[in-house]
């Protein structure tokens, strides 16, 4: 299965920051209207110069037109995405969600596969306005590592 727009979040498991806490990613958006976007890794030039960046400098923003969860994804370990929201300064404004498995990604079927540079399979880039779990509006790269659909600035005007 390939997300779609219409479709209900899967019920998976991730690490949510740490990794002693792990979250149901359909409950995170259980009544709430957020956005979930993911990307291929952390402290990737493109992820850390622009797809994380940009949801940190537009959170008010996105907070004004209703977002109530934010959550960036990935195919790392909760350490990594621990240490990588910390260098961000994410506070507690973006879930920094660790798809250490790659359960999440396989589930909704974005997976890149894996390469010399990345290693094993990771995420395509994408984001997701989630309504109550429900995917609304889905944009995912055209080439899954683009930085130009999914990044906050371009996901804002469907809110």
Same mark, same amino acid.
């Given at each position: $299965?390939? !997300?779609?727009?219409? %479709?209900? !979040?899967?019920?998976?498991?991730?690490?949510?920051? %740490?990794?002693?806490?792990?979250?149901?990613?359909?409950?995170?958006?259980?009544?709430?209207?957020? =956005?979930?976007?993911?990307? #291929?890794?952390? @402290?990737?030039?493109?992820?850390?110069?622009?797809?994380? #960046?940009?949801?940190?400098?537009? @959170?008010?923003?996105?907070?004004?037109?209703?977002?109530? /969860?934010?959550?960036?994804?990935?195919?790392? &370990?909760?350490? /990594? $995405?621990?240490?990588?929201?910390?260098?961000?300064?994410?506070?507690?404004?973006?879930? $920094?969600?660790? %798809?250490?498995?790659?359960? @999440?990604?396989?589930?909704?079927?974005?997976?890149? #596969?894996?390469?010399? *540079?990345?290693?094993?399979?990771?995420?395509?880039?994408?984001?997701?306005? *989630?309504? &109550?779990?429900?995917?609304?509006?889905?944009?995912?790269?055209?080439?899954?590592?683009?930085?130009?659909?999914?990044?906050? %600035?371009? =996901? =804002?005007?469907?809110?």
């Amino acid at each position: $299965m390939t !997300l779609k727009e219409g %479709d209900t !979040l899967p019920d998976v498991e991730v690490y949510d920051g %740490d990794v002693t806490k792990k979250v149901n990613v359909r409950e995170l958006f259980k009544g709430k209207k957020g =956005i979930l976007f993911a990307l #291929p890794g952390a @402290f990737t030039p493109g992820c850390s110069a622009k797809h994380l #960046p940009s949801y940190v400098k537009k @959170f008010d923003e996105l907070k004004a037109k209703g977002v109530e /969860v934010i959550a960036c994804l990935s195919v790392n &370990d909760p350490f /990594v $995405m621990k240490a990588w929201g910390k260098e961000h300064q994410v506070g507690d404004k973006i879930h $920094m969600l660790a %798809d250490a498995d790659s359960s @999440f990604t396989k589930a909704v079927g974005l997976e890149l #596969p894996a390469n010399p *540079v990345l290693g094993n399979p990771r995420s395509k880039r994408y984001s997701a306005i *989630v309504e &109550d779990g429900v995917v609304k509006k889905l944009s995912v790269e055209p080439d899954g590592t683009g930085t130009t659909c999914s990044i906050a %600035d371009a =996901i =804002i005007e469907f809110l």
